[in-house]
């Protein structure tokens, strides 16, 4: 049941990236560049902007793996489950 969960929300998540990203690529088709923070203009905002999303990169991903970790340990814990993730 609990496998089932992080399946179907693995798949919500990817689905809904995948409709966004196609959705914003039939707006602006060939005007999107590869990368994000390259396509901002050059203001102090922008500046301010590249900062606030790097920062928000550097910190998203720890959060992600302490609680990817933490789901493991607990699914282990039952011994009901194989291992998920690789240490």
Do not use: K
């Amino acid at each position: 049941r609990i496998l089932s969960a992080i399946g179907w929300a693995a798949g919500v998540a990817c689905l809904t990236n995948l409709i966004i990203g196609e959705a914003a690529y039939a707006a602006y088709g060939s005007m999107i560049g590869p990368d994000i923070l390259a396509t901002f203009p050059r203001s102090t905002l922008s500046t301010v902007l590249r900062v606030l999303i790097s920062i928000l990169v550097t910190f998203a991903f720890p959060l992600q793996a302490v609680s990817a970790s933490e789901t493991q340990g607990r699914l282990q814990q039952h011994h009901a489950y194989p291992s998920l993730f690789i240490h």
